[in-house]
């Protein structure tokens, strides 16, 4: 039998053991979040007629059942629905965006102009990778209205459109671990972050600079880009690779040999031959990126809020183009962009 004090000494080195393996299983998690001020909300307005006209509903929400419920109307009638996502990231945002997926999938909804947007600072890292699987399996378009941002972790979710369209800001920055515990294998974890973002940028399609250019900026700084490089980094349009299958695929359908359909297409206004068949217009994304944003259209905030929401927090203060760089106004743990 051992004496009250060798008990509590064996009790205290217990704990403090257990307390060292939590937090090694946390350092992963706690890396991949930013404090969560207010919490995302994938939002949608549905097309709707009131008084024989043509109107936009109010805000309804992917998490809310009562708002996904089709039991009226003709059930082969696929309602239109402008889809908003708006504030911090989270896992529940997954949640929502599955059962976009499935009323998209059912035919329950269509997607106005096959567009998303986006006005974020930032959140969940997986989450923002998963969404844009999705996306890109979806083949939907994402789009930043000129008075919107997306910063930090949502331009992963940003980068999972199958064609893009950048009217406001897009920040990015390298990650960090928000604490300063000096476990053993700090390092190997994260080089490990690294592969994971490496991997990611390569899976959509993305060129390796991208992925070296959220490298290069300090996790307390915020790097808006701008239009070159944009364009340089395929986040504005679309990459090569997705840009063949998607010609290849609009070549069989028009029943065209590849050279044709590129002969056709060089010879076609924007809106006039872009994939074909299917009503997608590049030109339309872009114009629609540039009339608002999110923020207006979703109704979330009021005038002065929308205002602040035309100013990137992380804004860059270099040259006019907005490819300097500035301390960010998000707390706690920072994601990559």
């Keep these: 039998m051992i004496g009250k004090?060798?008990?509590?000494?064996?009790?205290?080195?217990?704990?403090?053991?257990?307390?060292r393996v939590a937090a090694a299983i946390a350092v992963p998690l706690v890396l991949v979040l930013q404090c969560v001020d207010a919490h995302a909300e994938l939002l949608f307005r549905s097309l709707e007629q009131v008084k024989g006209q043509?109107?936009?509903s109010s805000i309804k929400k992917y998490s809310n059942p009562a708002d996904t419920a089709y039991a009226r109307g003709p059930a082969n009638v696929a309602e239109e629905v402008r889809v908003i996502l708006s504030g911090e990231i989270t896992r529940a945002d997954l949640?929502?965006?599955?059962?976009?997926?499935?009323l998209l999938k059912s035919g329950k909804q269509k997607l106005s102009g096959n567009t998303l947007w986006l006005a974020s600072n930032g959140g969940d890292i997986d989450t923002a990778m998963e969404l844009a699987r999705l996306l890109r399996k979806s083949g939907i378009f994402t789009l930043i209205g000129k008075n919107d941002q997306c910063l930090s972790a949502c331009v992963f979710a940003f980068m999972g459109g199958e064609r893009r369209s950048v009217a406001?800001?897009?920040?990015i920055h390298r990650p960090f671990f928000p604490f300063t515990h000096d476990f053993p294998d700090r390092q190997s974890r994260f080089r490990h972050l690294q592969?994971?973002?490496?991997?990611?940028?390569?899976?959509?399609?993305?060129?390796?600079?991208l992925y070296e250019a959220v490298m290069q900026v300090p996790p307390e700084a915020m790097q808006m880009l701008a239009q070159a490089e944009?364009?340089?980094?395929?986040l504005e349009g679309i990459s090569p690779a997705s840009e063949d299958l998607a010609d290849a695929a609009a070549a069989r359908r028009l029943k065209l040999s590849m050279f044709d359909y590129l002969k056709r297409k060089a010879n076609s206004p924007p809106c006039g031959f872009f994939d074909a068949g299917q009503g997608r217009c590049e030109g339309r994304v872009q114009d629609a990126a540039a009339s608002g944003?999110?923020?207006d259209e979703s109704g979330l905030m009021q005038k002065g809020e929308a205002a602040a929401a035309g100013r990137a927090p992380g804004r860059a203060t270099g040259d006019a183009q907005g490819s300097g760089?500035?301390?960010?106004?998000?707390h706690g743990a920072r994601g990559p962009s």
Excluded: C, H
């Excluded at 008990?7 to 307390?19: C, E, I, P």
């Excluded at 949640?95 to 499935?102: H, T």
């Design 5 to 19: 004090g060798r008990f509590w000494a064996v009790k205290m080195l217990n704990s403090l053991r257990k307390q």
């Design 54 to 56: 043509q109107t936009w």
């Design 95 to 102: 949640d929502s965006a599955a059962v976009m997926a499935d």
């Design 168 to 171: 406001g800001r897009l920040g």
């Design 195 to 209: 592969k994971i973002l490496k991997d990611f940028v390569e899976e959509m399609d993305f060129p390796t600079s």
């Design 230 to 234: 944009l364009k340089k980094f395929y």
């Design 293 to 295: 944003g999110a923020a």
């Design 325 to 330: 760089t500035s301390r960010s106004t998000n």
